[in-house]
């Protein structure tokens, strides 16, 4: 018999030994789905009922017959409402329930109670009790079917608020006196505005208002106001005229040592009163018919409080005020005016910007592959991460916190690319069957191109130094939160196998039978969505007995985490609001998931049996950023 003859009856037993066993494999599923099934494990045996299907297509149409009995076997539940509204004075509410089994439903109170209708196809919601508060009561109840439920939220909307008092106006006389008013309200109210010269005390059930002696010659009314978040109702007081008199509404005052203003009551009878002496750090001037108003400069004495009165005289009498101006603060000597940067308080601006991202991984060893697995597990199969760019755009909020201090935070979308190249000859065993296996030479040569999106959350606190009316020099510091969008790796390459051989395992030579009717050449193109467990890729064969093998792998986690966080200090320069600025960002989480990188990987060819322990990437960056900010509205004079 020729060598030819023999190789072709060999491959045809093989394949009917490896199509065998796929074909037992898929029984064995069918009977495991059928087993789950009678034991009313459902979920669990649709997903094997699935699994047997997708190898063996005889199998099809009794694995669809029963996936469809398993899932009409599963509780289910449907409400046609999922929010019922009870208006204040209370009443009743119904909702449709459609349920494939015997129902109940949870979460009753002491004014919301549930009921099933006679014929289990409503449930009644009865509210009886008014809700006399603004405040609408909301609960939630469960229709609940086995462990499957639905929840319905019930709202009994607030009263409307309102807002009463006893009466709309008061006349005390000229010795003062006190008085009460009722005020009814379903809403928190209180009093907005009373006259220096009443004290109002707020009761349970009103006000109390006590009047002081009016020493004045004249009538006087003000009003008193009591006001919840919506209403508001004015009571008018009245007071008679007393014996005349000159007095002011303050005798003694304490201002700012930074400079204050202030403005005191005169009350006199007579009408051609003035303003008599004061010190020179003051301006005192009259107001009006019964106001003086005093204006005070900075205290230029140096952390000492100084002291001056104010004196208004008539023809008769004269009445003074003693201020007392205390000492400046040692903080505004630190941001004086002239120190103090322009621009507006609260500003908003965009911004564009170029990085330099710096990729660092490491592990407990020496051992820091990338992504996929090339089965080496040595220091051949380290990963270089090269061509790394990013760019940024975004929209911030700049905030002034006191004097030069900001708080700048905003958003900003990402993108990040890099590459990692594996090309290596290695001398791989290869299992073929139980007695041989295929030695040689294997030549990789494959790229990976990484592409991140993401949003970046920067939350900056800056310190300004001003350099003129319209420029300052910034410096940043503060934590950046990134949340990832996708993360994408393109794999392409190839290995190839030109000098591999088959050998007897129990000989270690070479077999004289070997056509060389195996793997040759191996190209992959795959992409990877390292966002999830799971992926779906096909390694192709250019040469050798198939086209394409498709593989679906499935790990414990995905290969990196979406949240991470880190520290940003950076310097800008800011000139009418267009500002530069260099930055660099250290990431403080470990973006890799430990369960990935620990265990088995996306595999190339052959899998190695070495695990990185302790694996951590980061993705630092140095970045160059232009901004605009709209802190400058109007010309400056």
């Known amino acids: 018999?020729?060598?030819?003859?023999?190789?072709?009856?060999?491959?045809?037993?093989?394949?009917?030994?490896?199509?065998?066993?796929?074909?037992?494999?898929?029984?064995?599923?069918?009977?495991?789905?059928?087993?789950?099934?009678?034991?009313?494990?459902?979920?669990?045996?649709?997903?094997?009922?699935?699994?047997?299907?997708?190898?063996?297509?005889?199998?099809?149409?009794?694995?669809?017959?029963?996936?469809?009995?398993?899932?009409?076997?599963?509780?289910?539940?449907?409400?046609?409402?999922?929010?019922?509204?009870?208006?204040?004075?209370?009443?009743?509410?119904?909702?449709?329930?459609?349920?494939?089994?015997?129902?109940?439903?949870?979460?009753?109170?002491?004014?919301?109670?549930?009921?099933k209708s006679d014929n289990h196809k409503q449930l009644i919601v009865q509210c009886r009790t008014a809700n006399d508060s603004i405040r609408s009561k909301i609960q939630n109840l469960m229709v609940k079917v086995g462990d499957i439920y639905k929840t319905i939220r019930v709202v009994q909307e607030g009263r409307p608020e309102y807002l009463t008092v006893g009466a709309k106006s008061l006349s005390f006389p000229a010795k003062g006196t006190e008085d009460s008013i009722v005020v009814e309200s379903n809403a928190?109210?209180?009093?907005?505005?009373?006259?220096?010269?009443?004290?109002?005390?707020?009761?349970?059930?009103?006000?109390?208002?006590?009047?002081?002696?009016?020493?004045?010659?004249?009538?006087?009314?003000?009003?008193?106001?009591?006001?919840?978040?919506?209403?508001?109702?004015?009571?008018?007081?009245?007071?008679?005229?007393?014996?005349?008199?000159?007095?002011?509404?303050?005798?003694?005052?304490?201002?700012?040592?930074?400079?204050?203003?202030?403005?005191?009551?005169?009350?006199?009878?007579?009408?051609?009163?003035?303003?008599?002496?004061?010190?020179?750090?003051?301006?005192?001037?009259?107001?009006?018919?019964?106001?003086?108003?005093?204006?005070?400069?900075?205290?230029?004495a140096n952390g000492m409080s100084r002291e001056g009165s104010v004196k208004i005289r008539t023809d008769r009498q004269t009445q003074g005020v003693m201020i007392t101006q205390e000492p400046r603060k040692v903080q505004d000597l630190i941001f004086s005016e002239k120190n103090l940067v322009s621009g507006r308080n609260i500003s908003f601006g965009v911004t564009v910007g170029y990085s330099v991202p710096i990729i660092s991984a490491s592990s407990g060893g020496d051992f820091t592959g990338s992504i996929m697995d090339y089965g080496l597990g040595t220091k051949d199969e380290n990963a270089s991460y090269k061509s790394a760019t990013a760019f940024t755009v975004g929209a911030f909020a700049d905030v002034r916190l006191y004097k030069n201090i900001f708080l700048t935070a905003g958003v900003n979308y990402m993108q990040v690319k890099y590459k990692n190249t594996f090309n290596k000859n290695t001398d791989l065993t290869i299992p073929f069957s139980n007695y041989v296996c295929m030695k040689g030479n294997v030549q990789n040569a494959y790229t990976e191109e990484y592409a991140y999106h993401m949003l970046e959350v920067p939350i900056l606190a800056s310190y300004r130094f001003k350099v003129n009316d319209v420029s300052h020099v910034q410096l940043n510091l503060g934590p950046v939160l990134n949340f990832g969008l996708s993360a994408n790796m393109n794999l392409s390459g190839n290995t190839d196998c030109e000098t591999m051989r088959k050998y007897n395992k129990n000989t270690n030579l070479p077999d004289a039978d070997d056509v060389a009717n195996y793997l040759r050449h191996t190209a992959v193109n795959a992409a990877f969505n390292l966002y999830q467990p799971c992926v779906y890729w096909e390694e192709k064969y250019t040469t050798g007995n198939d086209a394409a093998v498709p593989h679906h792998d499935v790990f414990q986690s995905a290969p990196l985490k979406k949240f991470n966080c880190g520290l940003r200090i950076g310097v800008a320069y800011e000139w009418a609001g267009l500002s530069v600025g260099l930055s660099y960002t250290q990431m403080l989480t470990n973006m890799a998931n430990k369960n990935y990188w620990e265990n088995e990987r996306f595999t190339v060819l052959n899998h190695s049996d070495v695990t990185m322990k302790g694996y951590k990437q980061r993705i630092n960056s140095l970045e160059l950023k232009l901004a605009y900010t709209l802190r400058y509205l109007k010309k400056k004079k």
């Open 1 to 115: 018999m020729s060598i030819l003859k023999t190789t072709l009856i060999a491959a045809v037993g093989m394949l009917a030994f490896v199509q065998h066993a796929e074909a037992q494999n898929c029984s064995d599923l069918y009977k495991q789905a059928n087993a789950l099934r009678k034991s009313k494990n459902y979920e669990q045996a649709i997903s094997y009922y699935q699994r047997a299907k997708s190898c063996d297509n005889y199998l099809t149409n009794d694995c669809n017959k029963w996936i469809a009995w398993c899932r009409h076997q599963l509780p289910k539940i449907e409400v046609s409402k999922q929010v019922v509204i009870i208006p204040y004075q209370g009443g009743d509410a119904s909702v449709g329930i459609t349920a494939n089994r015997n129902w109940n439903v949870e979460g009753e109170t002491i004014w919301c109670k549930p009921l």
């Open 188 to 300: 928190k109210w209180d009093v907005s505005s009373v006259p220096s010269w009443c004290k109002v005390e707020k009761k349970d059930d009103g006000i109390h208002i006590v009047v002081s002696p009016n020493e004045r010659v004249l009538e006087r009314t003000d009003n008193i106001v009591i006001r919840t978040p919506n209403k508001d109702v004015t009571i008018r007081i009245y007071q008679s005229a007393g014996d005349e008199h000159l007095t002011l509404s303050q005798n003694n005052l304490v201002v700012a040592g930074e400079g204050d203003v202030r403005t005191l009551k005169v009350y006199a009878d007579a009408k051609n009163w003035f303003v008599g002496d004061f010190p020179t750090w003051m301006n005192v001037q009259r107001v009006g018919d019964d106001e003086i108003r005093i204006e005070c400069a900075k205290n230029v």
